[in-house]
């Protein structure tokens, strides 16, 4: 995988500029013109009417009209359209320009939201696999979803005739329909990428056909689906499904329901899902994460090199402990010059561009990346040196791996906050979520979920920042929960391990508090799901707290020493 990710980088970047190139430079590149104006034409030709006789079933998607065949009332919603190009080894086409509409300009009056699955949902149905006897995972994927479902009213989009393939321009003759600008206008009258309401008419007409044979979706969690009789479950992403099954027939009749419609492509080893390659292992029961190449692509996007011989264990500077001090406070932010737009946006691509690997696999990173995420409203030189050593970091180290064992599907959460330790008297909430047994101290696993939280209110002591912690880390757990029984996994009450003796006497009534106006409302929001049993509170030393590791920027030793507790030795995969 590595070598065709690499290959896959080769064709995107410009080696004169090392930067990746875009849908018009690959256009008109010397090298790569020639191909990319065959995949441009053929992504042109599945939209419209076909193309030089190489595309067997067109979508009619859109038409090509004069700016004057627009309604005069209609004009004021026509869009803009734009080009995206990109390398997929794992698709059967590989090499793929896409073409969207411009959705931010769409005044569309009806509803646009699209019940799809989140990473967490996906993450909880790999451990159900390996928790469940005789389960294995699959996944399908359906070509050219959105690009077949009849919109209920046409949208109208602009094109710069010199931005389409001369393919296109010529079979269509496209020169005689434009207009005095050079703009040709297209009439869309099915659903496409980039239109807000495609995503919902597609899933909407889905639904319609699964229920003919069975398969509904839940009305509590999005994107989740099962069957009325059948042992089998899937997520739902736009059009990628993963799918849970317990006897190989029971996926065959969900590929031939799907396949009297549309076009499926099913991978029976379920290698990739949500951007997250899965290695199963059904004999010891266990699910490795990883993201291949992903950090690679990312410093090469940056322009990020690590310098000879550095070998960076820390992700973000730690503040030194005060010895014999009974609070540890954060450091007094330096007055640095602030940075221009460029480097600020170039942070902010920083933070969003690695924040989707944390959330995925790479869990690490997300104390980091809140800190430097704090700061982006108005960074420094000194946000940029921390932002440096971030990518510094991540090009230190091996791929991060999580890996699944087999569990009883037992919602456990360790919760933990550090008081006044980020700056402007602000605490950390961190939490470490995941499935194990329903023992009195559930052993670890990998984590459904990571929490690394600045808790926006100042708090007035340690004891009020770890109920404050207890309660986003509950907030949480009650949502996981649902998704659990929704996949039919009955849950106890969920254990939150605490290292705070008196948060946790103050929850369980073995303290009562005399003045608790400033915590009021999450005080007794936690001792009342307590006493509805849906949690477990209980005190442990705070050595055993995983939690403790999303509240504080440590040593680098620590980094180095806790890294195996939460990743997996890539040698796994």
Request: net charge positive; hydrophobic share 35%.
């Amino acid at each position: 995988m590595e070598r065709e990710t690499q290959q896959a980088l080769a064709v995107l970047l410009d080696e004169e500029t090392g930067k990746l190139m875009k849908y018009k430079q690959l256009m008109t590149h010397p090298e790569y013109k020639k191909d990319w104006q065959i995949f441009a034409a053929d992504e042109f030709g599945r939209l419209a009417q076909g193309v030089g006789g190489r595309i067997k079933n067109p979508t009619d998607t859109f038409t090509f009209i004069r700016e004057e065949d627009i309604p005069k009332d209609r004009k004021k919603d026509v869009t803009y359209g734009s080009f995206t190009c990109s390398v997929c080894p794992e698709k059967a086409d590989p090499n793929r320009t896409r073409f969207t509409a411009g959705g931010d300009k769409i005044n569309y009056p009806g509803k646009v939201a699209t019940p799809t699955a989140e990473m967490l949902v996906a993450k909880i149905l790999f451990n159900s696999v390996i928790s469940t006897p005789g389960a294995k995972f699959m996944t399908m994927d359906i070509s050219n979803f959105y690009l077949m479902t009849p919109l209920l009213r046409p949208e109208y989009i602009r094109v710069k005739l010199i931005d389409l393939p001369e393919e296109i321009v010529q079979e269509y003759k496209l020169r005689e329909k434009a207009n005095k600008k050079g703009c040709i206008f297209l009439k869309v009258v099915k659903g496409m990428y980039g239109l807000p309401q495609a995503g919902l008419l597609a899933n909407q007409l889905l639904e319609k056909r699964l229920n003919k044979h069975g398969y509904y979706q839940s009305k509590i969690i999005p994107g989740l689906w099962k069957h009325k009789t059948r042992p089998i479950q899937f997520t739902l992403v736009v059009d990628d499904f993963g799918v849970k099954y317990v006897g190989k027939e029971h996926a065959d009749h969900l590929k031939r329901v799907l396949e009297e419609h549309y076009k499926v492509t099913a991978d029976w080893v379920g290698e990739r899902y949500v951007g997250i390659h899965l290695k199963w292992d059904y004999e010891k029961r266990q699910c490795h994460l990883f993201m291949p190449g992903y950090v690679k692509k990312s410093l090469i996007q940056f322009g990020h090199k690590l310098e000879e011989n550095l070998k960076q264990n820390q992700p973000f500077p730690h503040t030194p402990i005060k010895y014999g001090a009974k609070k540890q406070y954060a450091k007094e932010p330096k007055q640095s010059p602030p940075l221009d737009a460029c480097n600020k946006k170039f942070i902010q691509k920083v933070c969003g561009k690695l924040l989707f690997l944390a959330r995925a696999v790479y869990s690490t990173l997300l104390t980091p990346i809140s800190a430097i995420a704090a700061q982006c409203a108005e960074p420094t030189e000194e946000t940029m040196k921390q932002t440096k050593q971030l990518l510094d970091y991540i090009a230190s180290q091996e791929e991060a791996v999580i890996t699944y064992n087999k569990s009883s599907m037992i919602l456990a959460v360790h919760s933990d906050a550090s008081y006044l330790s980020e700056p402007k008297a602000r605490s950390r909430a961190g939490g470490h979520f995941f499935l194990s047994h329903d023992t009195d101290n559930p052993p670890n696993n990998g984590a459904i979920v990571n929490i690394a939280h600045i808790i926006k209110h100042v708090m007035s002591s340690a004891t009020e920042a770890e109920l404050a912690a207890l309660y986003i880390m509950a907030r949480e757990a009650v949502y996981i929960r649902i998704i659990l029984e929704e996949m039919g996994h009955k849950q106890p009450p969920t254990p939150i391990q605490t290292d705070n003796a008196m948060a946790e006497g103050v929850i369980n009534s073995k303290i009562t508090p005399k003045r608790t106006k400033a915590m009021d409302m999450r005080f007794h929001w936690l001792r009342d799901r307590e006493c509805q049993e849906q949690f477990r509170f209980y005190w442990r030393p705070g050595k055993t707290n995983y939690a403790d590791y999303w509240t504080k920027h440590h040593l680098p030793s620590h980094h180095v020493n806790m890294r195996k507790e939460f990743l997996t030795p890539a040698v796994v995969i």
